[in-house]
């Protein structure tokens, strides 16, 4: 049936090109090909979290807090914690290897140390309280007997100084612990990132790097930790994953391939029209001015999914009209007759699968629909247009020069054992095709249903590599063997023996005129029978902030406390009256740093930070400090690190169902748009869709299956299933529709699966094990991306073999009045004079082979 619009033109015309003129159409493609080669130079890293944190309110409060306080949060001081491990950090031996570290660290040129601390010097000025430098605090622990020692420590426990710093296994009475923590403070020129996430280019990368090397020189088990360090690991996970995930993806696709096309030429064609896929997109890039994060890192995988898809289908079809007799020009003109308009319909389905991710709102994941979907577009034209007219010229050479030929059969090709195995899903058809589309809407349903409980989360760790790199990397050889990290050890351990988290807070931003009488009882009593997630304190939140530098400084300032206490009609050491007159002594005292540090010298705005239980979640500390948030008489705004990521991952689950609805929806527009345009069916556009609605509840099902989370990574991954496995069903409807104007129901169904079924077959196994090495990546969060994309492409070939037959059949019954003619006999598949060449115009003038 002929549809409303006459598209032929367009590709009798790139028909006209391709098949005429392959040469120039070859000349231009490896021109822009040098074009974008170019801007291969201007590609930038951005790895780690900061670019999940931009334009998050939660991250604008944590840098408003940044930028209005004082040294705590000032751009020009960064620190090093020094992580000691050991029988028992407390002896002397132990904390004498502490103080030798940093004193070696201080006189290190370079490193800018400003100051260090630790339980070493703590207990170092315990017995000597004149011990201020680090060679006096030496040599006071030198001097001490183990019992003065152990008297020192539980002295320097009684004034509140060193819990924090010791592991949870703390022994007062024995005066022993199994690890402890010191740091050290460096300047820095440049400044520390203003963002709750990590990664990016650190000053602190190169500080702390030699300071592990320094540290290495000492004996004893203390290692180096800090941003710098998950900076630098940020970066290399991204190359040390490339460099295995790159040359294992090209030898299952050089493996797979060579079976697909059985033609050393044919596979050097389509091998380099692979190549200028990556060029192009990853040139774009650098012409574009997108970073590469570690998102991007499923970009070249997913390019060489639909490209191979592409590459076989084109050199099949071409094939199948070649073994009929047709010579070069009839075959080639057939081929891209139906194909160019199946990878028009691919590409259009794939860029709305993947450009769906336009929505979210979180950068990175914008960036990878962007990058995605011009690399889509890219690859339709260069398999759609440059592989065909490449392929003519290279036939037409192999008339005239003496060039290695090998197998030119298709897959899949009638009456072998691979083409029967492929209609399986036929059978059903004839049996059973309601009852069977009937199961797989309750399978579908039921995936589903159980798929509503997916985890969300965004954390540092899905941007690290494993505590432990698994024993296959670790046996690679050079240059293959990933670099050995310690970011995750190191913060799976500070989590397990530290009983205050390292981000264990919550940071309240609070906005008002702070000079009111008021404002500093109204602030207490916010905190108040706190949320349970709260470290509490007789009944009130444990909190740091300018109340805490008030009641400090008036333990130690007479004349302040006095004032204090004029103004405190309570008598609860909080002023209620002259607030201005209690800034204006504590600014011009010497505690004017640690006032600054939680108060705006105008004095409105001030920051109260929160301690929060360490074994809390991430989900319930954000749901309490917005809770709390409630308690402030002025603008509150909670933030700090948890609070942030909190916020990136309710964004990236809402990134997941948004992705997913648009794609949806988006696919659903367009494909009963180019039906109604190409067939008059508009109709066929839901028998298309139904295999990629089963394939996305399955995958959906297979993610809370396996424990994957929605993260970072896998929040692409429905809308990218959509854009996958669309690819799978449109060739297989595409090529039903034609065989549907000669041939009845079945042997259209029949002819279709024998003729696409081996090409997807082909497409599938190379796409499969060709995205499927993601798993092989060194963060496991890319590897779940892998194993989720190569179910989504294995799902999307087993739906548009198995169910898209019946979903065919029952189209044809309600849409088509009943399916045609009558159903041949098994094993009929069409007339028998279709099996010799018809004559075709447009040839060339070879004599058919």
């Known amino acids: 049936m002929a549809g409303p619009v006459d598209y032929q033109r367009f590709i009798d015309a790139a028909d006209d090109q391709i098949v005429n003129h392959p040469k120039r159409i070859v000349v231009v493609f490896l021109v822009l090909t040098a074009i974008f080669a170019g801007g291969l130079a201007n590609v930038s890293t951005d790895a780690g979290t900061e670019g ?262 084109a050199v099949n079809r071409y094939r199948e009209e070649r073994v009929l007799g047709y010579d070069i020009d009839d075959s080639m003109t057939t081929a891209t007759d139906q194909l160019l308009v199946a990878f028009f319909i691919v590409t259009g389905t794939t860029v709305i699968g993947f450009s769906a991710n336009l929505t979210s709102a979180l950068p990175p994941i914008s960036d990878f629909g962007i990058v995605a979907s011009v690399g889509i577009v890219f690859t339709f034209l260069i398999f759609g247009v440059f592989l065909p007219a490449a392929k003519v010229s290279l036939d037409r050479a192999r008339q005239k020069y003496p060039i290695p030929t090998f197998s030119q059969t298709p897959l899949g090709q009638e009456g072998s054992a691979f083409g029967r195995a492929l209609t399986g899903g036929v059978g059903i058809a004839r049996r059973a095709p309601v009852v069977f589309v009937l199961l797989m809407l309750a399978v579908s349903a039921g995936a589903g249903v159980y798929a509503t409980d997916i985890d969300t989360s965004f954390t540092n760790e899905d941007f690290l590599p494993p505590e432990e790199n698994p024993a296959y990397l670790q046996s690679l050889p050079e240059p293959f063997k990933p670099s050995e990290y310690t970011v995750t050890r190191d913060l799976n351990f500070l989590e397990e023996k530290f009983a205050v988290s390292q981000s264990a807070s919550v940071i309240m931003y609070v906005e008002g005129p702070l000079r009111e009488d008021s404002a500093l009882e109204s602030i207490h009593r916010a905190g108040e029978d706190p949320p349970d997630s709260f470290v509490r304190s007789n009944g009130q939140a444990e909190a740091t902030g300018i109340i805490s530098v008030i009641e400090q400084r008036a333990a130690s300032d007479p004349e302040f406390r006095d004032l204090v206490q004029r103004n405190d009609a309570n008598g609860n050491g909080i002023p209620d009256d002259n607030l201005e007159q209690v800034y204006d002594y504590l600014f011009a005292s010497s505690s004017a740093g640690e006032a600054r540090e939680y108060l705006t010298e105008d004095y409105r705005s001030t920051q109260i930070i929160y301690s929060v239980e360490a074994d809390a979640t991430q989900a319930e500390t954000t749901a309490d400090a917005q809770e709390l948030e409630g308690n402030f008489r002025f603008a509150a705004t909670a933030t700090g690190g948890t609070v942030v990521f909190q916020a990136i991952s309710d964004l990236i689950l809402q990134s997941a169902l948004t992705s997913l609805a648009v794609a949806l929806a988006g696919t659903a527009v367009f494909l009963l748009f180019i039906y109604w345009v190409l067939e008059g069916r508009p109709s066929l556009g839901l028998a298309n869709l139904f295999p990629i609605v089963v394939t996305v509840a399955l995958v959906a099902g297979s993610m809370r299956l396996a424990g994957i989370s929605f993260n970072a990574f896998t929040a692409t991954i429905l809308g990218l299933t959509i854009g996958l496995g669309i690819d799978y069903s449109v060739h297989v409807v595409h090529r039903f529709a034609d065989e549907y104007h000669e041939y009845d129901l079945f042997t259209a169904l029949e002819r279709t699966v024998r003729g696409t079924g081996g090409a997807l077959a082909g497409s599938m196994l190379t796409t499969v094990f060709g995205i499927g090495v993601l798993v092989l990546s060194v963060f496991p969060a890319i590897g779940q991306f892998g194993l989720l994309a190569a179910l989504s492409v294995f799902y999307a070939f087993v739906s548009s073999l198995l169910v898209l037959p019946s979903t065919l059949v029952v189209w044809a019954r309600v849409f088509d009045g009943g399916g045609g003619a009558a159903a041949p006999e098994s094993g009929t598949t069409e007339p028998a004079a279709a099996e010799a060449p018809a004559e075709k115009s447009g040839g060339d003038g070879e004599t058919p082979a």
Do not use: K
Request: charged share 15%.
């Open 52 to 313: 999940f944190t931009q334009d998050v309110p939660a991250q604008r409060a944590f840098e408003d807090v940044q930028r209005e306080f004082g040294p705590s949060f000032s751009t020009d001081t960064g620190s090093t914690q020094l992580i000691q491990t050991g029988q028992n950090v407390l002896s002397q031996r132990e904390m004498l290897r502490m103080l030798e570290v940093q004193q070696r660290l201080q006189d290190a040129d370079g490193l800018r140390v400003d100051s260090t601390s630790g339980v070493a010097s703590i207990v170092a000025r315990t017995l000597d309280p004149s011990a201020t430098t680090l060679e006096q605090q030496i040599a006071a622990i030198e001097r001490a007997t183990p019992g003065q020692i152990d008297r020192a420590v539980r002295q320097a426990d009684d004034r509140g100084g060193i819990r924090g710093l010791v592991s949870r296994d703390y022994n007062r009475e024995a005066a022993s612990a199994s690890a402890t923590i010191g740091v050290v403070t460096h300047e820095l020129p440049g400044g520390v990132s203003e963002s709750a996430g990590q990664g990016g280019s650190s000053p602190l990368t190169p500080i702390q790097l030699r300071a592990q090397y320094i540290t290495s020189t000492v004996d004893g088990d203390i290692r180096v930790f800090g941003n710098g360090i998950i900076s630098a690991e940020f970066g290399n996970v991204i190359g040390d994953s490339l460099i295995i995930v790159i040359p294992a993806a090209v030898f299952f696709i050089f493996l797979f391939l060579v079976v697909a096309y059985r033609d050393l030429m044919d596979l050097l064609l389509g091998l380099f029209c692979l190549l200028m896929t990556i060029v192009w997109t990853f040139g774009f890039m650098g012409l574009a001015g997108i970073p590469f994060n570690q998102i991007l890192i499923a970009v070249p995988p997913l390019l060489l999914a639909v490209g191979i898809d592409f590459g076989i289908h």
